[in-house]
């Protein structure tokens, strides 16, 4: 078992950067690897990015490439997804989830509560 909880985010202008965080506790954190998704109202939750178990290969969604960037620190049980060049469009809310190697939701088994990323023009 596996609980993920996010921080980090928060209201920034079009242009600026947010950092958020994954914090994760209970068991084998360092065997699962990490994605971030994110999902607005009345929208399918959507990929955003993903990082395998060892913290080696990443994997991004198009609309996010070049600006956003996971990372993953097993010694710390955390996972990280730094954002920047933020946009309107990158209004959401964001969930870590923990599972397989993946932008399919359906391979997450743990997921965070969510925390909400606003950018305004």
């Known amino acids: 078992q596996l609980q993920l909880v996010e921080s980090g985010g928060g209201l920034v202008q079009a242009g600026g950067s947010l950092r958020l965080s994954c914090a994760a506790s209970?068991?084998?954190?360092?065997?699962?690897?990490m994605g971030w998704f994110r999902q607005v109202p009345d929208k399918d939750r959507e990929f955003v990015a993903g990082?395998?178990?060892?913290?080696?290969?990443?994997r991004y969604a198009d609309s996010v490439k070049g600006r956003f960037t996971i990372s993953k620190d097993n010694a710390k049980s955390a996972a990280y997804l730094q954002m920047s060049s933020l946009k309107p469009e990158d209004t959401a809310v964001y969930y870590c989830?923990?599972?397989?190697?993946?932008?399919?939701?359906?391979?997450?088994?743990?997921w965070g509560q969510g925390t909400q990323v606003t950018v305004s023009s």
């Open positions: 990082i395998m178990w060892r913290g080696g290969n990443t």
């Open positions: 209970g068991r084998a954190f360092e065997t699962y690897a």
């Open positions: 989830a923990a599972g397989s190697y993946s932008d399919d939701d359906d391979d997450y088994y743990y």
